[in-house]
């Protein structure tokens, strides 16, 4: 049963423009959410993550959007730049310390120049 | 400051066989959890490990099984290996408490 749902298994970008990469949760316990970025052969590395306290979090060119009535996150990349192709996870936990993440099955965005 | 280590990278080993990964996490991290990504999937939690204690486990046989040593390092131990075993193994460190994880490059373990 997958709990968080990456329904794009991939997104083409042209450099400059905005990507946006989506996430649909199924559990209403969620209340973190992450977003992490994965090149190939190596580890997936942590990007921004948002608490269900807000709707939105921002970090430069990087901002997550979260709409609990929906069981919808997003991730806004702008301007997208080639060194951001890569896939992409989106990630769900219940707050409490050392839960596990849900993971989405991911996003691989390509950035043209 | 190293960062999440794991080892070794690659692993071919033949089913039935028995395997050990090992995992250093990143300087002052005391909990460990490990991960199985399967091609084109996301990653699933396998279990976590904090003060040498299995703490949270996900939908995993007994085969799986892990251990973390007094220095906070991990390993993770699958016995009788499947075909299915075969994916990239994960391990993310943390700082107990903490909601974000930092994660290992993996260990490609290949299972024929």
């Known amino acids: 049963d997958q709990q968080v749902k990456q329904n794009s298994p991939s997104l083409s970008v042209q450099e400059g423009r905005i990507s946006i990469l989506n996430c649909d949760y199924t559990?209403?316990?969620?209340?973190?959410f992450l977003w992490y970025k994965k090149y190939p052969a190596e580890g997936p590395t942590f990007l921004i993550s948002i608490s269900s306290i807000k709707d939105k979090n921002e970090d430069g060119r990087f901002t997550v959007f979260l709409n609990k009535s929906a069981k919808h996150l997003s991730l806004h990349i702008v301007p997208s730049q080639p060194g951001d192709s890569a896939v992409y996870f989106c990630?769900?936990?219940?707050?409490?310390?050392?839960?596990?993440?849900?993971f989405g099955t991911g996003t691989s965005l390509t950035v043209i120049p | 400051d190293a960062g999440v280590t794991q080892s070794p990278t690659h692993l071919i080993k033949t089913r039935g066989q028995q395997v050990t990964l090992r995992c250093s996490p990143k300087?002052?991290?005391?909990?460990v959890s490990w991960y199985q990504q399967a091609l084109g999937q996301g990653p699933q939690f396998i279990f976590q490990y904090y003060e040498e204690e299995e703490r949270q486990r996900g939908n995993f046989p007994d085969r799986f099984s892990g251990h973390q040593f007094p220095n906070y390092s991990s390993e993770l131990n699958v016995n009788a290996l499947l075909l299915g075993d075969s994916a990239l193994y994960l391990c993310a460190s943390s700082l107990a408490g903490a909601t974000e994880a930092f994660f290992g490059q993996g260990t490609r373990l290949t299972v024929v």
């Open positions: 990630a769900a936990s219940i707050e409490v310390p050392g839960n596990q993440f849900y």
């Open positions: 300087s002052g991290h005391d909990t």
């Open positions: 559990n209403s316990m969620f209340d973190y």
